[in-house]
């Protein structure tokens, strides 16, 4: 499976954004989802995942309450809507799948979509 994120850019601290990973290949919901991502100096950490069926929902501590993912498995696509941004929620952001379920070390990932939060 193919995996191509969108949808970052520049925010201010407060706002609000929603990125976007679209999957081609094999069937789209077979796989587990997940969005991990990576700050400058630190190690990837895992952000929000979700079930083949989206039925299930995981999120890190530090997201918890502010971000949501969900996936449309008619559009190929998995979601990561982002509210109440932190400075500290700046990041590349990874797409990634694996049909066996989201572990922290997925399949297959996208090539991220960088996230800058102002103060």
């Known amino acids: 499976v193919q995996l191509q994120a969108s949808g970052g850019g520049l925010v201010q601290a407060g706002g609000s954004l929603r990125l976007s990973c679209a999957a081609s290949?094999?069937?789209?919901?077979?796989?587990?989802m997940g969005w991990f991502r990576q700050a400058p100096g630190k190690e990837r950490e895992f952000v929000a995942a979700?079930?083949?069926?989206?039925?299930?929902?995981y999120y890190a501590d530090s997201v918890k309450g502010r971000f949501t993912i969900s996936r449309d498995n008619a559009k190929n696509t998995v979601y990561l809507q982002m509210n109440s941004l932190k400075p500290e929620d700046t990041a590349v952001y990874y797409c990634?799948?694996?049909?066996?379920?989201?572990?922290?070390?997925?399949?297959?990932w996208g090539q991220g979509t960088l996230v800058t939060v102002s103060s």
């Open positions: 990634a799948a694996d049909p066996r379920g989201m572990g922290s070390s997925p399949d297959y």
């Open positions: 290949g094999r069937t789209f919901s077979s796989y587990a």
């Open positions: 979700i079930s083949w069926s989206g039925g299930s929902t």
